[in-house]
């Protein structure tokens, strides 16, 4: 049986040591405070109409900058990583010109797989440190997850705004709990990007605006999973072979290319949701999308959005003008 923790430092080693344990591939820990540098940040891209239509991210500004609206007396953010990486998996979706689902959606819903590990480390934590006041959060409330993945020292954000580790990439889910309790704090880690802009120069609908600046609105991500109406024209074909999501701008990032391989299986894709080629997703009718996807986050693009995007991802594979992207996600040019 645990025992207590006789301090913080020894607090903070038992509770990081039980992450990696359960399978967490990183954790860090940041002292709940409210983000004012990303005040101004958040203010202008909401302001800018960066978000298109996802009016939810309007909603609860307050909190969003500051984790102690959400748990009254928070003193702690304990960041959390799980990598979904399959290399193999990487080499054959870029070799591939058949309909694409981004890496991390093929495998099982990362909401649960993370937040029934978090619960357990909550609970852990909690026999180390006695009574807990918190909560645990997978990407399903207003917390800046990679802000405070960058503030514990998980890694850095990278010019694509996704967060980069050294071992891992980018190829990772963040979940965190917020906690009253005290531990010892990580130092943020030092930008590895440097003058490298291979994000910026593949992103085929310039979404990545400027460096760590992504409008939203314009991202193949949004159109295939956010957007419930109809996906502009003048982005149909550079849309390419997408049909949930987008992984061209961390395709391209150099360090994807040594990341280390997850462990968690049940975040590795699946083979009924691998390799199907266009006739097989242009025949999905709403009984097989629902078998398909009973426990997957791509049910959040909905049954008529998927065939919205089947439509222009098999106009796409047909066309004899594929000038926007090739496989790699890199640009060709007219």
């Known amino acids: ?13 038992m509770v990081r040591q039980e992450a990696l344990r359960l399978g967490f591939d990183a954790v860090g820990f940041a002292r709940a405070r409210r983000l004012e540098e990303q005040e101004s940040r958040l203010e202008q891209w909401l302001r800018e109409g960066r978000h298109g239509k996802m009016a939810y991210m309007e909603n609860h500004f307050d909190k969003r900058l500051d984790p102690r609206r959400l748990v009254p007396g928070a003193q702690s953010v304990v960041s959390v990583m799980m990598s979904y990486h399959q290399p193999d998996l990487a080499g054959r979706q870029l070799a591939s010109e058949e309909p694409k689902i981004s890496k991390y959606a093929m495998g099982e819903d990362y909401h649960m797989v993370l937040k029934e590990k978090l619960f357990e480390l909550f609970a852990f934590t909690e026999s180390v440190t006695g009574k807990v006041e918190g909560r645990v959060f997978v990407d399903t409330a207003p917390v800046l997850d990679k802000a405070w993945a960058v503030e514990s020292g998980v890694g850095w954000l990278g010019k694509h705004t996704n967060v980069l580790n050294r071992e891992w990439g980018s190829w990772f889910f963040l979940g965190e709990m917020i906690l009253d309790a ?6 943020p880690v030092a930008d590895h990007c440097g003058t490298c802009t291979r994000c910026i120069d593949a992103c085929p609908t310039d979404a990545i605006h400027e460096p760590y600046k992504v409008d939203g609105s314009k991202c193949i991500s949004y159109f295939t999973i956010e957007l419930r109406e109809e996906i502009p024209e003048e982005y149909h074909r550079q849309m390419g072979e997408w049909i949930f999501g987008c992984d061209i701008c961390q395709d391209v990032c150099p360090w994807n290319r040594k990341a280390r391989r997850g462990s968690e299986e049940r975040l590795f894709a699946r083979p009924e949701t691998a390799e199907k080629d266009i006739d097989y997703w242009e025949e ?4 097989e999308y629902r078998r398909l996807f009973r426990r997957s986050t791509v049910k959040r693009a909905k049954f008529d959005g998927m065939k919205r995007n089947i439509r222009i991802s098999g106009a796409n594979l047909r066309g004899s003008d594929r000038r ?10 007219p």
């Open 1 to 13: 049986m645990t025992g207590m923790a006789k301090n913080t430092t020894e607090r903070t080693e």
């Open 324 to 333: 926007f992207v090739n496989v790699a996600g890199k640009k060709k040019h």
């Open 284 to 287: 999905l009718d709403l009984q």
């Open 182 to 187: 005290e531990f010892d704090y990580d130092n």
